[in-house]
C-alpha cells in the first residue's frame, strides 16, 4: 500500500517525469496534474509499468488558467483526506510577452501565481498530511532584483530572462514564506535549482536565447540527474526541520543571491499574489 500521497505538476516529460517515476518506484500515490490529459494518461501507463504501482492519477490542471487550477484543487479535496508531498515543479520561459487567460503576465502566471493558487487551495490537505512542499526554482533568480515585483507583469521593458528570472525569484520567496507561515501546522517547504538540463526547456526561445542554449547545450545534465535533489526531498524518511525554507542544488543547501534575502521584497510578493488569487480560493 502507498504511504505517501504526492501531488505533482508538470510530470508529463522532463525532471517532472523523473521524479513521479522514482516516487512511484518507492509506493507514493501519485496525483499528476496535467495540462495535456492524453499524455498524462500515456505517462500514467508508463510509470505502472515501469513500478508495478497502480496507485496514479491524472487530474486536468493548466496553470496558466486560474479557474482551472481551482477545478483541480476541487477534485483533489473531493477524493483525498490529506496531501504528504507537493511538488511544484511545472513552468516554463516564453520569448515575447504574452498574457495568461486571466490577464497576467504568463512567465508569472505558470511558474508562480498558478502554483500559489494550488498550494493555497490545498492547504487543508497540506496541514493534514504535515506535507513537504518543493518548489523548482532556479539559479536563474540571482538575474532577478526585487524592484522587478514594482512591474511583475512586464508592461514597460518586456525581457524573457528577466520575466524568467523574477518567476524563479518569487519561488524562493514563496518556499521562504510557506516555511515561515505554516511552520506550526508543521509543513516544511524547499526550493531546488535542478541544475542546466537537456529537456524541451526554452525551445521556443529564439535570437540570443537560442544561442545562449545551444551554447549550454554540451554541460546540460539528464532529466534524471536534474531529478535527484527533487526525489530526495520529496521520498527522503526524515529532514531536518531546520533545513525548510532553503534552497538547494545537488542535494544540499546552496546560496542565493542577496536579492533572495529581502524580506520586504517576500512579503510584498505574499500581498500581490493573495490579491490575485483571492477570487479563485475555495
Given at each position: ?28 500515490a ?16 508508463e510509470?505502472?509499468?515501469q513500478?508495478?504501482?497502480?496507485s496514479i ?6 496553470l ?13 479535496k ?8 507537493l511538488?511544484?515543479?511545472a ?7 504574452k498574457?495568461s ?21 490545498l ?11 518543493v ?11 526585487p ?10 521593458d518586456?525581457?524573457s ?19 515561515e507561515?505554516y511552520v ?8 531546488v ?9 526554452g ?6 536565447g ?6 549550454a547545450?554540451?554541460?546540460?545534465i ?9 526525489i ?27 536579492a ?20 479563485f480560493?475555495?
Amino acid at each position: 500500500m502507498p504511504f505517501r500521497t504526492t501531488v505533482i505538476t508538470g510530470a508529463t516529460s522532463g525532471i517532472g517525469k523523473e521524479t513521479a517515476l522514482a516516487l512511484a518506484k518507492i509506493d507514493h500515490a501519485l496525483y499528476l496534474l496535467v495540462r495535456n490529459v492524453d499524455k498524462g494518461e500515456a505517462l500514467k501507463k508508463e510509470l505502472v509499468a515501469q513500478s508495478g504501482n497502480r496507485s496514479i492519477f491524472v487530474v486536468h490542471c493548466n496553470l496558466a488558467d486560474m479557474e482551472s487550477v481551482q477545478r483541480a484543487a476541487t477534485e483533489l479535496k473531493g477524493k483525498l483526506f490529506a496531501i504528504n508531498t507537493l511538488i511544484n515543479n511545472a513552468g516554463g520561459i516564453n520569448q515575447t510577452r504574452k498574457l495568461s487567460k486571466d490577464g497576467y503576465e504568463l512567465t508569472f502566471a505558470m511558474n508562480h501565481l498558478g502554483h500559489f493558487l494550488l498550494t493555497m487551495s490545498l492547504m487543508p490537505l497540506l496541514q493534514k498530511g504535515q506535507a513537504r512542499i518543493v518548489n523548482i526554482s532556479s539559479e536563474a533568480h540571482k538575474i532577478a532584483r526585487p524592484q522587478l515585483l514594482n512591474d511583475f507583469q512586464f508592461e514597460r521593458d518586456y525581457s524573457s530572462f528577466k520575466a524568467y528570472g523574477l518567476a524563479k525569484l518569487c519561488n524562493i520567496y514563496f518556499t521562504k514564506s510557506l516555511a515561515e507561515k505554516y511552520v506550526q501546522a508543521g509543513i516544511t517547504a524547499y526550493a531546488v535549482h535542478p541544475g542546466i538540463v537537456s529537456t524541451g526547456f526554452g525551445t521556443e526561445l529564439g535570437g540570443f536565447g537560442k544561442v545562449l542554449m545551444m551554447l549550454a547545450k554540451p554541460f546540460m545534465i539528464t532529466p534524471r540527474q536534474g531529478a535527484e535533489t527533487s526525489i530526495y526531498l520529496a521520498g527522503a524518511a526524515k529532514l531536518n526541520p531546520k533545513l525548510s525554507g532553503q534552497y538547494f542544488k545537488k542535494g544540499s543547501v546552496a546560496q542565493t543571491n542577496l536579492a533572495a534575502q529581502n524580506a520586504s521584497a517576500r512579503n510584498k510578493l505574499w500581498q500581490i499574489s493573495e490579491q490575485l488569487a483571492a477570487p479563485f480560493l475555495i
